[in-house]
């Protein structure tokens, strides 16, 4: 509740606007942050494992896909230094890499549902899906100039 209402005070003394501390520039805190993050987690590979925290589960393809878009967009946006789309330009190759010769993307976790263990993730399928497909196009389409 204390931190709603410090959270509420810094709004109010931004004004409507939100100004730099108002809520768009919280917004932009926290993205700045998770984008910082993500990118510590990165394979050396250019894919992030299905577990971020956990480097030595298996590289997943679409999660990958997904967050290097997000890193171009929001590097385009001013939400995160421009610096952050290197870890996007890793991962781009990575993920063609996975791009099969009948255009399927392989290295994709099959559905995954709320898992009993940490360790279950590790065991999830990967096969080609339609998400997949679709945030490999969303990385492609986010590399046009």
Not at 3 to 8: F, G, P, Y
Not at 12 to 18: L, M, R, T, V, Y
Request: proline share 6%; hydrophobic share 45%.
């Amino acid at each position: 509740m204390e931190r709603r209402r410090r959270a509420d005070d810094r709004d109010a003394a931004a004004g409507a606007g939100g100004g730099a501390a108002g809520p768009l520039g919280e917004i932009k805190e926290r993205y700045h942050r998770l984008a910082e993050a993500l990118a510590a987690r990165q394979l050396p590979d250019g894919l992030w494992p299905t577990v971020l925290d956990r480097a030595d589960f298996y590289a997943e393809t679409s999660g990958s896909a997904g967050i290097a878009c997000g890193l171009i967009k929001a590097a385009r946006m001013g939400l995160v230094p421009a610096s952050l789309a290197g870890a996007a330009a890793k991962a781009v190759p990575a993920v063609a890499a996975q791009i099969r010769a009948d255009g399927a993307v392989a290295g994709v976790s099959g559905d995954t549902p709320m898992l009993a263990s940490i360790d279950a993730y590790g065991e999830v399928p990967r096969f080609p899906t339609l998400y997949g497909q679709g945030l490999t196009l969303l990385l492609a389409e986010a590399l046009k100039p």
